[in-house]
C-alpha cells in the first residue's frame, strides 16, 4: 500500500502489515489522541473497514473496527468512548474518498479468515507506564508492576480511610473495569483473582478496589490510558495455559501378565495328599481321578 491519508486531528500511513495512525496535537483535538501520539495497528488486529459519510458537510469517515480482545485501549473503553474521540475513526475530505475507498478495499482483502474471530492475545500495544491521575477520592498510579491507590482526605469515605492506602501488584489482578467520568457514576475498579465473578461488589465509593470519578476527576485522557495499560499488564501476566497432553495424566500401559507355573514337585506332593484323602475315603475314585488330572495339566 505506502499511502498516507491525512484527515482531521489525525493521518494513517498504510505498511504492508500494519497501519501507523499518527495523532495531531491541535488545540481542537482531542486530549486522547494527544496522549495516544501515535499507534501502529497490525492488520490482524483489525475485524473490518469501511468507508461512510461524515456528520459535517463535505467529509467522509474512513472507519475500522478492532477485533474484541485486540486492543487493550477499546477493550478497557468497552464502547463508552464517544464517537469524535475513537482511534479508528478517520474524518476525511470529500474529494479524497477515491483514494479512501481504495484504501478500504485493499485493507478488507488482506483481512484474514480470523478477522471475525476475537483475539487470543493484544495485538496493539497500550499506553507505556508509568502513569497516573487524581481520582475525587484518591490518586491513582500505576508503575508497570502494580496499582496503587493513595486516598485523598476530602474525597475518601471512611471505609477508605480504615482500610488504608492500597498497593495491588498486577499477578493479584483478573481485569479492570473502566466507567467513563462522563457518565453518572464514573469510576475504575480493579478485579482481583479468586473472587467469584457474581460476587456483590460494593459501591465504587466504599470499595478500596476502586476510585470515583467525579467533575474534573478522573477525565478520559488521564484514566482510560491507565485502565488500559493495566489490562495490557494483567493479560501479559496470566500463566501460559497448558498443553492439553501435558495436563492429561501419562495413560499407562498394563502391565504384562507373567505366568508363573508351580513346580513339579510341588504338583507331586498335592497329588501324594490327595491319595491319602482317597484312602481315608474322603474322596471318591471319579473325585480323586478328576482332581489328579487337574494338576497334572498344570505341569
Same mark, same amino acid.
Given at each position: &500500500?505506502?499511502?498516507?491519508?491525512?484527515?482531521?486531528?489525525? !493521518?494513517?500511513?498504510?505498511?504492508?502489515?500494519?497501519?501507523?495512525?499518527?495523532?495531531?496535537?491541535g488545540?481542537?483535538?482531542?486530549?486522547?489522541?494527544?496522549?495516544?501520539?501515535?499507534?501502529?495497528?497490525?492488520?490482524?488486529?483489525?475485524?473490518?473497514a469501511?468507508?461512510?459519510?461524515?456528520?459535517?458537510?463535505?467529509?467522509v469517515?474512513?472507519?475500522?473496527?478492532?477485533?474484541?480482545? /485486540?486492543?487493550p485501549l &477499546?477493550?478497557?473503553?468497552?464502547? $463508552?468512548?464517544?464517537?469524535?474521540?475513537?482511534?479508528?475513526?478517520?474524518?476525511?475530505?470529500?474529494?479524497?474518498?477515491?483514494?479512501?475507498?481504495?484504501?478500504? !478495499?485493499?485493507?478488507?482483502?488482506?483481512?484474514?479468515?480470523? @478477522?471475525?474471530?476475537? +483475539?487470543?492475545?493484544?495485538?496493539?500495544?497500550?499506553p507505556? +507506564?508509568?502513569?497516573?491521575?487524581?481520582?475525587?477520592?484518591?490518586k491513582?498510579?500505576?508503575?508497570?508492576?502494580?496499582?496503587?491507590?493513595?486516598?485523598?482526605?476530602?474525597?475518601?469515605? !471512611?471505609? *477508605?480511610? *480504615?482500610?488504608?492506602? $492500597? !498497593?495491588?501488584?498486577?499477578?493479584?489482578?483478573?481485569?479492570?473495569?473502566?466507567?467513563?467520568?462522563?457518565v453518572?457514576?464514573?469510576?475504575l475498579r480493579?478485579?482481583?483473582?479468586?473472587?467469584?465473578?457474581?460476587?456483590?461488589?460494593?459501591?465504587?465509593? $466504599?470499595?478500596?478496589? /476502586?476510585?470515583?470519578f467525579?467533575?474534573?476527576?478522573?477525565?478520559?485522557?488521564?484514566?482510560?490510558?491507565?485502565?488500559?495499560?493495566?489490562?495490557?499488564?494483567?493479560? @501479559?501476566?496470566?500463566? +501460559?495455559?497448558?498443553?492439553?497432553? /501435558? @495436563?492429561a495424566?501419562?495413560?499407562?500401559?498394563?502391565?504384562?501378565?507373567t505366568?508363573?507355573?508351580? @513346580?513339579?514337585a510341588?504338583?507331586?506332593?498335592?497329588i501324594?495328599?490327595?491319595?491319602?484323602?482317597?484312602?481315608?475315603?474322603?474322596?471318591?475314585?471319579e473325585?480323586?481321578?478328576? *482332581? *489328579?488330572?487337574?494338576?497334572?495339566?498344570?505341569l
Open positions: &500500500m505506502g499511502d498516507v491519508l491525512a484527515g482531521i486531528n489525525s !493521518s494513517w500511513e498504510f505498511d504492508t502489515d500494519s497501519v501507523l495512525i499518527r495523532f495531531e496535537r488545540i481542537r483535538t482531542p486530549k486522547l489522541f494527544h496522549v495516544l501520539g501515535e499507534r501502529r495497528v497490525p492488520y490482524e488486529a483489525l475485524r473490518s469501511e468507508l461512510v459519510p461524515g456528520t459535517r458537510r463535505g467529509t469517515v474512513l472507519r475500522a473496527e478492532p477485533r474484541p480482545g /485486540a486492543d &477499546m477493550e478497557a473503553a468497552a464502547g $463508552q468512548l464517544r464517537e469524535t474521540s475513537d482511534p479508528y475513526r478517520l474524518v476525511l475530505p470529500a474529494e479524497h474518498e477515491p483514494l479512501a475507498a481504495a484504501r478500504v !478495499s485493499e485493507l478488507t482483502s488482506v483481512l484474514g479468515p480470523r @478477522a471475525q474471530e476475537p +483475539a487470543d492475545r493484544h495485538l496493539v500495544a497500550a507505556a +507506564a508509568p502513569l497516573q491521575f487524581k481520582a475525587y477520592d484518591g491513582v498510579s500505576f508503575d508497570g508492576r502494580a496499582v496503587s491507590f493513595r486516598w485523598f482526605w476530602t474525597g475518601a469515605s !471512611s471505609a *477508605k480511610w *480504615k482500610a488504608g492506602d $492500597q !498497593s495491588f501488584p498486577v499477578g493479584e489482578l483478573r481485569g479492570v473495569q473502566w466507567r467513563s467520568p462522563e453518572v457514576g464514573g469510576h480493579l478485579v482481583r483473582r479468586g473472587e467469584a465473578e457474581d460476587r456483590e461488589r460494593p459501591e465504587a465509593d $466504599q470499595d478500596p478496589a /476502586a476510585v470515583v467525579g467533575l474534573g476527576y478522573g477525565l478520559v485522557h488521564e484514566s482510560l490510558p491507565l485502565a488500559a495499560a493495566v489490562l495490557e499488564a494483567v493479560r @501479559a501476566a496470566e500463566p +501460559a495455559p497448558v498443553l492439553e497432553a /501435558a @495436563a495424566p501419562a495413560t499407562r500401559t498394563a502391565d504384562p501378565v505366568t508363573v507355573r508351580p @513346580a513339579p510341588d504338583i507331586a506332593d498335592r501324594r495328599h490327595l491319595g491319602e484323602l482317597h484312602g481315608a475315603g474322603l474322596l471318591t475314585d473325585e480323586f481321578s478328576a *482332581k *489328579k488330572a487337574d494338576l497334572l495339566a498344570e
